[in-house]
């Protein structure tokens, strides 16, 4: 029986960092031939004659894009939250979506307050998402990828995706690691980044290391990224972030939303939610 095939789900407001998205949407599904669809939240409470109006307006948006692009484009509007209706619909197993897109426009005004309007809706998703500012350079590969690695033992989990680049963009993984003062804090990090040779070796990843002095690492990790000129940051998730973690700023926050407007990648940890092993030779088309 036929695989079915996997898709590449772009979250649609009809603005322009949505535009940016579906841009790299199709960089991405050209590459490992997954399908797109554009989906849009509209509230539970809208009327049957609004969501067909929008269900109508987004099909349009789908069908000029798939001419544009010359690529085959799906629409769905969904009722609910954005703050679960994306990852809702992405992690219905039904779909076999394996990425999400997201356009992001930082964060402003009370997101400074509250917290990254998309880290809220990363957090409680199964596949991945990639969130963008801007528009991808060409349509061509990731050259380079920013790969921080720290203490965490979730931060193996974004092994999967850096292996995916590596194969289907040829991109190269620079791997940026801090010490730690604290010896056992620093012993951990050894394994992380002997975790993430291992593997890149064994699959034929590209690579190189790159040590940083101690110090706020998400800032570390956006200048970094800066002076190699990076075309992604790859990082996992905080596991469960609290309300302080929105208040304070969980490290991800930040370069999620870094005014450098670099993409960044984001892997939830598997513990709470689905094993990322399927990514681990690579993502098969």
Known sequence: MEEKKKLVVVPWDFTKVAESALAHAV?????VRADIC?????????????????????????????????????????????????TDFSNDEDRNTSLVVMGTHGMKGMQKLTGSWALKVIVHSKVPFIVVQDPPVD????????????????????????????????????????????????????????????????????????????????????????????????????????FADYMLGASEQEIIANSSRIPVCCVNPKASFANTSQFMGGWQA
């Not at 960089?27 to 590459?31: A, E």
């Not at 554009?38 to 948006?61: A, F, N, Q, Y």
């Not at 570390?220 to 075309?231: L, M």
């Open 139 to 242: 349509q061509n590969r990731y050259h380079n990828i920013v790969f921080p690695v720290d203490f965490r033992v979730e931060d193996k989990e974004k092994m999967g995706m850096a292996i995916f680049m590596g194969k289907y963009f040829d991109s190269k993984i620079h791997i940026l690691k801090t010490m730690p003062s604290d010896k056992g804090l620093a012993t951990k990090v050894n394994k992380n980044l002997n975790f993430a040779i291992k593997y890149l070796i064994q699959n034929n990843v590209e690579y190189e290391i790159h040590e940083t002095k101690s110090g706020k690492m998400a800032q570390k990790t956006i200048d970094f990224a800066n002076k190699i000129n990076a075309d992604l940051i790859l990082i996992v998730t905080t596991k469960s972030p609290t």
């Open 27 to 31: 960089k991405i599904g050209r590459q």
């Open 38 to 86: 554009l989906l849009h939240v509209v509230d539970p409470g809208i009327k049957m004659r609004e969501e067909g109006e929008k269900k109508s307006l987004l099909k349009h948006v789908a069908d000029e894009n798939a001419v544009k692009y010359n690529i085959p484009i799906l629409s769905e509007v969904v009722r609910g939250s954005i703050f679960s209706a994306i």
